[in-house]
T-cell receptor, first 113, second 116 residues
Framework: SQQGEEDPQALSIQEGENATMNCSYK?????LQWYRQNSGRGLVHLIL?????REKHSGRLRVTLDTSKKSSSLLITASRAADTASYFC?????????????FGKGTKLTVNP | DTEVTQTPKHLVMGMTNKKSLKCEQH?????MYWYKQKAKKPPELMFV???????INESVPSRFSPECPNSSLLNLHLHALQPEDSALYLC???????????????FGSGTRLTVV
């Protein structure tokens, strides 16, 4: 079953604007990760936030995690046309030595030049 | 070398065919994964291998048979597939939990499979 639920499902903005995507999940997690997927291609890992962290930055990306609300957000600042892609949150529900990364439904971001 | 290589990139097969998808990584990752992704949907976990042993099988039909011959290779053997099995099949690798708590996955570009 899918763990994360992103909203919005689709987002269209102009170049230079900020894009915010949200993710909610249902059960406890070890960490939460964000991935980008360009059309029909493999996923690229963007950023990982541990369950004991509240905020993390990487370049133009800012991720927050609120474990009490079981939610996370991804902010892309000063967006570019090249940021056009689908963005997925994924939660690590693995136990013991096994990893188990489960993806949410994704947000399709379009950045218009 | 920081990538996962999947072959072939595209595959068309009949319902009576037997084919294999291949995945290779040389990052020293000891966890490898197969995901299936239908159009406009998120990837769905199929199998997890940890230290070359199958650790998770997400109730995948037996017409999909995974194999991990060594720490760098992961195969997915396909037999008697149905048209609804047409999808993008993604391989990924990562460090295992025993090496440290939190690592991202590295994905291959996928094999686009069409079953006719």
């Amino acid at each position: 079953s899918q763990q994360g639920e992103e909203d919005p499902q689709a987002l269209s903005i102009q170049e230079g604007e900020n894009a915010t995507m949200n993710c909610s999940y249902k059960t406890s997690i070890n960490n939460l990760q964000w991935y980008r997927q360009n059309s029909g291609r493999g996923l690229v890992h963007l950023i990982l936030i541990r369950s004991n962290e509240r905020e993390k930055h990487s370049g133009r990306l800012r991720v927050t995690l609120d474990t009490s609300k079981k939610s996370s957000s991804l902010l892309i600042t000063a967006s570019r046309a090249a940021d056009t892609a689908s963005y997925f949150c994924a939660t690590d529900k693995g136990q013991g030595g096994s990893e188990k990364l489960v993806f949410g439904k994704g947000t399709k971001l379009t950045v218009n030049p | 070398d920081t990538e996962v290589t999947q072959t072939p990139k595209h595959l068309v097969m009949g319902m009576t065919n037997k084919k294999s998808l291949k995945c290779e990584q040389h990052m020293g990752h000891r966890a490898m994964y197969w995901y299936k992704q239908k159009a406009k949907k998120p990837p769905e976990l199929m199998f997890v291998y940890s230290y070359e042993k199958l650790s998770i099988n997400e109730s995948v039909p037996s017409r999909f048979s995974p194999e991990c011959p060594n720490s760098s290779l992961l195969n997915l053997h396909l037999h008697a597939l149905q048209p609804e099995d047409s999808a993008l099949y993604l391989c990924a690798s990562s460090q295992t939990r025993t090496r440290g708590p939190n690592y991202g996955y590295t994905f291959g570009s996928g094999t686009r499979l069409t079953v006719v």
